[in-house]
């Protein structure tokens, strides 16, 4: 008897732009549940997350920075926002960039941050 052929796996069709932005607000949610451990806020409204690249194949890439390149957390921090985002249903393959280039300023923060901080 002859063996059955299986069927060839077929690449999911690619993303369009609805969707990147869908996946990409659900992983700026993702990421909202990571801390500065310095500072009482998540890293997104912090302002280190600079950009949020989604690939037609549901893939990310996260280009982030820290307050300063001595940050205690650096080894860490950057580890635990792509742990986060991968957690997201749908996503793909996830990267973090860290990057020093702009530096992180406090005009990176939400006003509703700098309030909160009483930097305002």
């Given at each position: 008897?002859?063996?059955?052929?299986?069927?060839?796996?077929?690449?999911?069709?690619?993303?369009?732009?609805?969707?990147?932005?869908?996946?990409?607000?659900?992983?700026?949610?993702?990421?909202?549940?990571?801390?500065?451990?310095?500072?009482?806020?998540?890293?997104?409204?912090?302002?280190?997350?600079?950009?949020?690249?989604?690939?037609?194949?549901?893939s990310a890439h996260i280009v982030m920075t820290l307050t300063s390149p001595a940050c205690p957390v650096?080894?860490?921090?950057?580890?635990?926002?792509?742990?986060?985002?991968?957690?997201?249903?749908?996503?793909?393959?996830?990267?973090?960039?860290?990057?020093?280039?702009?530096?992180?300023?406090?005009?990176?923060?939400?006003?509703?941050?700098?309030?909160?901080?009483?930097?305002?």
């Amino acid at each position: 008897m002859p063996k059955p052929i299986e069927p060839t796996p077929t690449a999911a069709a690619p993303l369009n732009p609805i969707q990147k932005r869908v996946l990409e607000s659900e992983i700026v949610e993702q990421i909202r549940q990571v801390y500065d451990p310095e500072i009482p806020v998540n890293v997104y409204d912090l302002g280190l997350i600079y950009d949020i690249i989604i690939a037609d194949d549901a893939s990310a890439h996260i280009v982030m920075t820290l307050t300063s390149p001595a940050c205690p957390v650096a080894g860490s921090l950057p580890g635990e926002v792509e742990m986060a985002a991968s957690q997201t249903p749908g996503v793909g393959k996830v990267t973090v960039e860290l990057t020093w280039d702009p530096p992180f300023t406090l005009d990176r923060m939400s006003e509703d941050v700098k309030l909160m901080l009483g930097l305002m």
